[in-house]
């Protein structure tokens, strides 16, 4: 039987600090998002596969006008904050808050520069969730 | 087996729109009133409504911007066509382009001989935070919107990565926004329908006004390189570079190609028409192009038997001012990577190469998002008959294109017009 692959339980692997991707027993392609089927024989034969969270910056912005999740959170138009595409050392590409940037320059963000995976806690009581970060590799 | 092709011809005999902007006291069906008028007093040669067999209507969310769902049916109900058939096309920002897509169609398999397509949105009753969410889920909420993306960060992300691949500036798409208010300053349904220098010039008389210190701008540069005329919203988009929340509709009628004429001496043939769909931004192979705009080009020019050195004006989806310059190289106007250089060098202006939205875009017209796609083809409706007025292009032209692009083109539409 088919493994579940769900977003779901990419979210449950980021609570648990872990980044996890979907990979398909028939063709070995890896999948980041998570995807239950393999777009390329149709397989839905897939197996969970934890990436090194490792990886490379795609491009970015710097936000000064936000979600209202990210308002919430504390950010605004003098607290900007940075989100991204991070393409994985494993391949795929996903799109994921960067932290610990200088904001003030942006012009001086590197694309390219080596990030590795954080874990973000956002939201209270039961809107509380863990989300997808990266942050300069050390 | 299908040949990529209509069954039979299907023509524009009528558009309309509202002027573009904030109604208060307006909600969509009032809208879609107005624009359906205009559209039924621009038919040369007169129509009866009830020859209207159908309505396909663009909208992205009536829901969340009115608390209303189910919105065909009551769009038909205030024009006054039910019991015809009504429905609603949801593709974001391309869903008016969308609808039109599906008006032809209807039209071309011979089911209908006459529809009416129409785009309507009503942004303005909500406060900014929720606009800025209803159209995040235009995105993948799951994926993308949950990390704090929103569609100027979208965009924006691909102004850095375009910056980054062919050394572009802030400059260079300021000079896209500065090019399509002129534009607009010379439509009446332009929202904000101002050079920047005369938007300048005010903001400078209300700092006078109010005791505030005199701005030291002295050109339109000036003004929007300052984050006090122009403040950032996701670096390096900075407001004047985002379209206006808005609210509009537009109407156009479609025939069948044999009875074009028993409506107007001067129809807009359909002779293209494509459309694609794609991924989450960051599952795709580029980010200095949008691939379904691509394909839908493709389809299009194939379609009509064209190259884009015959399109002699287009309206493009300048949701940001980089999404123009990205419309510009996708359609094949100018090569990947010099549609910033071109911009610079005026060849998008009326006066240039290749006019670029010469009603004055998203940017300067407004974007009401379902509405914005039928918008475009007004213009096109008025280039191609020598309407346009001030702006109307010289030497006139009887081919134009629309490009219509969903959320960061998960969908877009590509549609080609000739006048015969």
């Avoid at chain 2, 949801?90 to 011979?110: F, K, W």
């Avoid at chain 2, 090019?179 to 220098?197: M, T, V, W, Y």
């Avoid at chain 2, 691509?294 to 004006?313: K, W």
């Avoid at chain 2, 990577?337 to 060849?347: I, Q």
């Amino acid at each position: 039987m088919a493994t579940d692959i769900t977003s779901y339980d990419f979210y449950v692997g980021l609570t648990q600090h872990k980044l996890m991707a979907s990979r398909s027993l028939s063709t070995g392609q890896l999948f980041l998002p998570p995807r239950p089927l393999d777009p390329k024989d149709m397989s839905t034969e897939m197996e969970w596969v934890e990436l090194s969270g490792k990886g490379k910056l795609l491009t970015f912005t710097v936000i000064y006008v936000g979600t209202s999740a990210m308002i919430a959170a504390g950010y605004d138009r003098k607290n900007p904050y940075c989100v991204g595409i991070v393409q994985t050392d494993e391949g795929p590409a996903i799109s994921a808050q960067i932290m610990d940037l200088d904001l003030s320059h942006p012009e001086l963000i590197q694309i390219g520069m080596p990030l590795e995976v954080v874990y973000l806690e956002r939201g209270e009581g039961e809107a509380k969730k863990t989300f997808l970060g990266f942050k300069p590799a050390a | 087996m299908a040949q990529g092709k209509l069954s039979r011809g299907v023509a524009v005999v009528g558009a309309g729109m509202t002027k573009f902007g904030s109604f208060r006291c307006k909600t969509s069906r009032e809208l879609f009133v107005t624009a359906f008028q205009e559209m039924l007093a621009s038919v040369d040669k007169g129509v009866d409504p009830k020859q209207i067999e159908a309505l396909f209507i663009g909208n992205f969310s009536s829901d969340l911007f009115e608390t209303q769902s189910h919105t065909a049916p009551i769009m038909a109900d205030w024009v006054g066509l039910t019991p015809r058939p009504a429905v609603r096309l949801e593709d974001a920002c391309a869903s008016s382009g969308v609808a039109l897509r599906q008006g032809i169609l209807a039209v071309a398999s011979g089911v209908y001989d006459m529809v009416l397509v129409g785009g309507i949105e009503k942004m303005t009753d909500l406060p900014g935070d929720k606009v800025t969410d209803a159209l995040g889920i235009a995105a993948d909420t799951i994926y993308e919107t949950s990390t704090g993306f929103t569609f100027p960060g979208f965009y924006a992300s691909m102004a850095t990565a375009y910056m980054h691949a062919y050394g572009a500036t802030p400059q260079t798409f300021m000079k896209v926004g500065m090019k399509n208010h002129e534009n607009g300053s010379l439509n009446d349904k332009a929202q904000f329908g101002q050079r920047i220098s005369a938007i300048m010039e005010a903001r400078k008389a209300s700092a006078v006004k109010k005791g505030l210190p005199m701005p030291t701008w002295q050109t339109e540069l000036d003004f929007l390189s300052d984050d006090r005329g122009n403040p950032m919203v996701a670096w390096p988009m900075r407001l004047f570079d985002c379209s206006p929340v808005s609210d509009g509709a537009a109407a156009l009628l479609l025939v069948s190609e044999e009875l074009a004429r028993n409506f107007t001496d001067a129809p807009l043939h359909v002779i293209g028409t494509g459309q694609a769909s794609d991924g989450a931004l960051h599952s795709r192979s580029t980010l200095t192009s949008i691939p379904a705009a691509r394909a839908a080009a493709q389809e299009a020019y194939r379609m009509a038997g064209v190259t884009v050195n015959d399109i002699q004006v287009a309206e493009v989806h300048d949701c940001f001012t980089i999404a123009e310059i990205i419309a510009t190289e996708d359609l094949g106007f100018f090569a990947p990577g010099t549609g910033g250089k071109a911009a610079e060098a005026g060849e998008t202006a009326r006066t240039g190469s290749h006019p670029i939205n010469t009603s004055g875009g998203l940017k300067s017209k407004g974007h009401p998002v379902g509405a914005s796609g039928a918008g475009q083809v007004n213009e096109i409706w008025k280039q191609l008959r020598g309407t346009a007025g001030e702006r109307q292009l010289p030497g006139n032209p009887s081919i134009g294109l629309t490009h219509n692009v969903g959320g960061t083109g998960q969908t877009c539409t590509v549609h080609i017009f000739e006048r015969r």
